[in-house]
């Protein structure tokens, strides 16, 4: 199974800060199609996972353009300048190019 | 605007059987692949199985390939989730999940 591994586990974070996350994968997410299925999520507390960015780099509707999704092959980042409140929660990864689809085990912003 | 409610979960005997429901509104139910994913109480996100958009091909993960069948309706907007011999480790909120997600719902296996 493909594994991703996110880094940090937990970042503390001042409004208005910005923050970058890690996701590294066991093998390259590139399908044979010339896709990458990698996908960020946020999950709020208390609440159900929203999608923010996927195909690596593109936003959901709606979400604002803060938050900015890059990378290639095994090595992603998902980037938020100017954190605000509502950002906070548990990011996870997923990547859909690999059976099993896998998930990394998440990444806490929270406030310092 | 776009929902997806999830039905059909609580509390089960190991070896049983719970059948979970998605209705699906707000978009082209038809036009979308779809998944479920589950969450263990305090634990993160770990994706089930996946239905292409026309029911054509399924995927499992190898711990429900054999217990558990994803099938849908598309003329009904609705996605199952069939889960047969539970075990105690499938207890979990389980989302129905396409870009959007709903809400969850419960299933929690013990005697």
């Known amino acids: 199974d493909v594994v991703l591994t996110q880094t940090p586990v937990s970042l503390s974070v001042t409004l208005g800060d910005q923050a970058s996350i890690s996701c590294r994968s066991s093998?390259?997410?590139?399908?044979?199609?010339?896709?990458?299925?990698l996908e960020w999520y946020l999950q709020k507390p208390g609440q159900s996972p929203q999608l923010l960015i996927y195909g690596v780099s593109n936003r959901f509707s709606g979400v604002p353009d803060r938050f900015i999704g890059s990378g290639s092959g095994t090595d992603f980042t998902l980037k938020i300048s100017r954190v605000e409140p509502e950002d906070l929660g548990v990011y996870y990864c997923?990547?859909?190019?690999?059976?099993?689809?896998?998930f990394g085990a998440g990444t806490k912003l929270e406030l310092k | 605007e776009v929902q997806l409610v999830e039905s059909g979960g609580g509390l089960v005997q190991p070896g049983r059987s719970l059948k979970l429901s998605c209705a699906a509104s707000g978009f082209t139910f038809s036009d979308y692949n779809m998944a479920w994913v589950r969450q263990a109480p305090k634990k993160g996100l770990e994706w089930v199985a996946t239905i292409s958009y026309d029911g054509s091909s399924t995927y499992y993960r190898d711990s429900v390939k054999g217990r558990f069948t994803i099938s849908r309706d598309n003329a009904k907007s609705t996605l199952y989730l069939q889960m047969d011999s539970l075990r105690s480790e499938d207890t979990a909120t389980y989302y129905c999940a396409s870009q959007y997600w709903g809400q969850g719902v419960m299933v929690t296996v013990s005697s």
């Open positions: 093998q390259s997410l590139e399908y044979s199609d010339g896709y990458t299925y």
């Open positions: 997923f990547q859909a190019t690999h059976d099993p689809n896998t």
